[in-house]
């Protein structure tokens, strides 16, 4: 049997606020905006919401224009309900999702989460080792937050 690869394009955040996500992801972690158009969705294949919803999508792009691309789509009309507050302090449970992203400036990314409200910090700047899957040890500087969406952010950039 012939191995048939699937490509990961693209993962798509579901939110209330767009806003402050632009912020987040476009403005401090420098990614493009690669779409930004007001769509309207059937509910046939995205179940959430209702049929025939005015909808938001922004699609923004890191380093490759055909991978590793970010969604963040938003109901205008009608609004998807809000979410129920998370309990403090925030752990990640099962069924939920981590995103690990890579920036060259973590330090820089951390000092501008400060002033957002809504962002949740769980580690400050640490280095990390990890062992490289062909032997040898990867050293990352990181930090991880829940952003003002309650989605959880593990931002890495390699070290020597």
């Known amino acids: ?7 990961f394009r693209r993962v798509t955040m ?3 606020h767009m806003e402050p996500a632009l912020t987040i992801y476009r403005d401090i972690l420098g990614m493009d905006v690669y779409y930004d158009q007001e769509i309207v969705v059937s509910g046939k294949g995205l179940p959430a ?3 025939d ?10 380093n490759d224009p055909y991978i590793g691309m970010m ?28 995103f690990v992203m890579h920036n060259d400036n973590v330090e820089a990314a951390y000092e501008k989460l400060q002033g957002i409200e ?14 490289k899957a062909d032997g040898g040890v990867f050293r990352v500087m990181g930090i991880s937050f829940f952003d ?7 931002l890495n950039q390699f070290v020597e």
């Open 14 to 16: 579901m939110v209330n």
């Open 71 to 98: 969604g963040i789509m938003q109901y205008l009309d009608p609004p998807l309900p809000e979410p129920d507050p998370r309990p403090v302090p925030n752990r990640v449970k099962a069924g939920e999702i981590v």
């Open 53 to 62: 919803s005015k909808t938001r999508l922004v699609i923004l792009k890191c």
């Open 49 to 51: 919401g209702e049929p």
């Open 148 to 154: 003002p969406n309650g989605y959880f952010i593990e």
């Open 1 to 7: 049997m012939n191995k048939v690869p699937t490509d």
């Open 118 to 131: 809504g962002i949740e910090m769980v580690a400050e700047p640490h280095v990390s080792e990890f062992p």
